[in-house]
């Protein structure tokens, strides 16, 4: 994800992402899947972007340009479930901790993703090769248990998808 012209310092991307992540708790092996999370990157300085969270907000990553920026915060979301399934006892507790991490809104930012997608909308602001999708695409959070028998290497995969949201 490049600009296409280098954006001017305090440029803002509303970005949708959808992720998924399988992963061991106490006990339990599950799959969670993100559809539609909502992040707001901003250009901060010369080689420096940051991707904060909006929902789930509470969470952050920067990068030295938009891509590396949401590899960061990719990250950081898996690293995050990790931690949620290290503390959480059962796959109950699990499921309410993700889900609470997910609904958090970073209210902070939700202005800025806001005024940004206004942006993208009116044509001002886009990322060379990241198509655009409705902001109002349903926002969701599945936390599912997998039985080993359903386990595949394809569960390997990281199958991480960000778009500009319009």
């Not at 539609?36 to 969270?53: K, M, P, T």
């Not at 920026?69 to 109950?92: Q, V, Y």
């Not at 695409?137 to 386990?151: F, G, L, N």
Request: glycine content about 8%; hydrophobic content about 45%.
């Amino acid at each position: 994800m490049t600009d296409q012209v280098a954006a001017a310092i305090g440029t803002q991307y509303p970005l949708l992402f959808a992720y998924r992540d399988t992963l061991f708790g106490n006990g339990f092996l599950v799959e969670v899947q993100a559809i539609n999370g909502r992040a707001l990157c901003v250009r901060e300085a010369e080689d420096e972007y940051w991707v904060y969270g909006i929902n789930p907000g509470g969470m952050a990553a920067h990068g030295a340009d938009p891509a590396a920026a949401h590899a960061a915060f990719r990250k950081t979301f898996s690293h995050i479930l990790i931690d949620l399934a290290h503390s959480s006892n059962s796959f109950a507790e699990f499921q309410a901790a993700v889900q609470t991490f997910f609904d958090d809104t970073n209210e902070g930012y939700e202005a800025d993703w806001r005024k940004a997608l206004l942006g993208v909308q009116r044509g001002e602001v886009s990322l060379e090769g990241i198509p655009t999708v409705p902001a109002n695409s349903p926002r969701s959070i599945a936390v599912t248990i997998k039985e080993v028998r359903q386990v595949t290497p394809q569960d390997n995969s990281a199958n991480v998808q960000y778009l500009l949201a319009a």
